[in-house]
């Protein structure tokens, strides 16, 4: 199956303009029902929100720009295009396990190995093992707090789990795929 179509200017410009909206009705919202003080407030945490998130988010941009520019289409699709079969999926998932970070780092790789050509079965394979089966989410969080027996158990329970999903993925109808 071919990869996701990249989004039109018109299609940018709507969701830009449906995000506006609601950042403007939320802001409305936070007005009428906590005053000006309330609307700083809110302001104030998107500011410190945004400190949070674009140190990563930037990065991940980068990353996933490179990786558009740096890799040949040809070689993405061959390594986890349609045709790269259980070979694809299972690298999927192994970049997926090695996905450090959370969403703001693996989405943009995933729209980039989209648009280098990914089928959607890897891509599938890809995010399943990376929530799943993420590595330094195993390390930081559940050894320390599961312990190393569970985590591990969990962890070998759920390995196959990417590769059946994108496995199924593959399977389902191209409609269901469609952006």
């Known amino acids: ?102 969403p703001m780092a693996a989405f943009p790789l995933v729209l980039a190995l989209a648009a280098g050509g990914a089928d959607r079965g890897a891509l599938i394979a890809y995010i399943t093992a990376w929530a799943l089966n993420g590595f330094s989410r195993i390390l930081v969080w559940e050894i320390p707090v599961l312990g190393p027996e569970f985590a591990a158990l969990r962890f070998l329970a759920s390995l196959p789990l990417p590769v059946l999903a994108g496995l199924v993925a593959r399977r389902l109808p191209a409609r269901i795929g469609a952006r």
């Open 1 to 102: 199956m071919p990869s996701p179509p990249a989004a039109t200017p018109r299609r940018r410009h709507a969701d830009l303009l449906f995000i506006l909206g609601l950042c403007a009705a939320s802001a409305l919202a936070c007005l009428a029902l906590k005053g000006t003080a309330g609307l700083i407030g809110g302001l104030a945490r998107a500011r410190d929100l945004a400190g949070t998130v674009l140190p990563v988010v930037l990065p991940a941009l980068i990353l996933a720009g490179l990786v558009q520019a740096g890799v040949a289409r040809e070689r993405i699709a061959r390594w986890l295009g349609a045709e790269s079969g259980l070979r694809g999926l299972l690298l999927a998932t192994l970049a997926g396990i090695a996905t450090p970070g959370g």
